[in-house]
Nanobody
């Protein structure tokens, strides 16, 4: 069974940086979609994701500030977040899906428990 474990959250002042990590345990799939989301699993909104063809998609609000990457050998996903603002505060969830990223994000196969990011002004 797939298990996603997030780490790296915390508190930072506006303008600061954080790096989130998501380690995938028991991942049986060769190709899959994986990414970072808000408001998961009920009403997930994409922050950034990597699809099976390595296409990267960012939410408009984070373009130029956040960078997603992954280490396939370690089954680990990263999100480098720079120039954070208070509006970035909240829970960040790692999500994955066998095959291409689904159009309906609610149908993603697996979700982590989430990790809290707090940005103070």
């Amino acid at each position: 069974q797939v298990r996603l474990v997030e780490s790296g959250g915390g508190s930072v002042e506006a303008g600061g940086s954080l790096r989130l990590s998501c380690e995938a345990f028991g991942y049986p799939y060769v190709s899959y979609c994986i990414g970072w989301f808000r408001h998961a699993p009920d009403e997930p909104e994409r922050v950034a994701s990597i699809d099976t063809d390595d296409e990267i998609v960012y939410a408009d609000s984070v373009k130029g500030r956040f960078s997603i990457s992954r280490d396939k050998a370690k089954h680990t996903l990263y999100l480098q977040m720079d120039n954070l603002t208070p509006e970035d505060s909240g829970m960040f969830y790692c999500g994955s899906h066998r095959g291409n990223c689904p159009l309906r994000l609610k149908t993603m196969d697996s979700w982590g428990k989430g990790i809290l990011v707090t940005v103070s002004s």
